[in-house]
């Protein structure tokens, strides 16, 4: 795209923003927005909660119909155990106290992710926070809990295989349209745009496969301090890039 064409577009109102379909989110930067003022950690991670919660809220206004947040990866496992927990005391308040909410407000909640390890406890809690909301039509949140994105190719991979080893189906029918349908986003379009706060420009096993053609926003600020102008830039950015699937563009 022209430079010119692209400023232009960065400079319209709000209302002209393209709207991505589906927005994946990295929300990086706990740890260092609290260090940064002598907190510890878990201060962090709670603020961050509050930051997801804006990010809802914007989603829901906007109007972006599917957005994953990363929330907990299953390489997080390695940090020490209070941490953890503490993560995981935190995704189960979010859960329950916030469950009526999101309910209220027609979001459909799906957790990505494995659930195995995770604590009958929390796993109920996921079970019935999709319950609740199954039928809901509004914004579709899933959040991604335990996640990995090469552990859900693996998965998806194993389930197909045992369909052919059943006589379900063919090797040959083994196609990238039934490996998508085999992940957790199933039938849901493809993230178009993938941010990621905090600063650091890295995919971290996240959507690798459904983020095949994302376009992708780094922004430097931490993901506590996550308010609408990040969430506006985000979009501004992603307005001004012009995709192409591997063709040569021209026309939208
Ligand atoms: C993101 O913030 C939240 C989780 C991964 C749970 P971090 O905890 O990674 O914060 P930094 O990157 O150390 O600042
Ligand atoms: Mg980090």
Do not use: C
Not at 57 to 63: C, D, H, K, S, V
Not at 140 to 159: D, Q
Not at 160 to 180: D, F, H, P, Q, S
């Amino acid at each position: 795209m022209p430079v010119e064409q692209a400023t232009q577009r960065v400079d319209q109102a709000p209302g002209t923003l393209r709207i991505p379909v589906h927005m994946g989110v990295t929300m990086d930067g706990n740890g260092r927005w609290a260090n940064q003022r002598g907190r510890p950690r878990t201060d962090g991670h709670r603020e961050g909660i509050k930051a997801l919660k804006r990010l809802v809220e914007y989603a829901i206004r906007y109007g972006v119909p599917y957005l994953t947040v990363f929330s907990f990866s299953s390489e997080n496992w390695r940090r020490p155990k209070e941490e953890v927990d503490f993560i995981f005391k935190l995704m189960k308040r979010f859960v329950e106290t916030d469950l009526q909410d999101l309910h209220h407000n027609n979001v459909r909640v799906r957790i990505f992710g494995e659930r195995e390890g995770l604590g009958s406890d929390l796993r109920a809690i996921i079970e019935r926070v999709e319950s609740v909301t199954v039928h809901n039509t509004g914004l579709n949140l899933n959040v991604a809990f335990n996640y990995g994105g090469k552990a859900e190719i693996a998965a998806a991979a194993r389930k197909l295989a045992r369909e052919v080893v059943a006589g379900r189906m063919k090797a040959e029918e083994i196609t990238e349209e039934a490996l998508t349908r085999a992940l957790y986003t199933n039938d849901m379009p493809e993230p178009d745009l993938m941010l990621r706060t905090g600063g650091e420009q890295r995919f971290s096993n996240f959507l690798i496969w459904q983020a095949a053609y994302a376009e992708l926003v780094f922004l430097d600020s931490y993901w506590p301090d996550f308010g609408e102008s990040d969430f506006l830039q985000a979009l501004e950015q992603f307005t001004a890039r012009e995709r192409r699937f591997g063709g040569i563009g021209g026309t939208k």
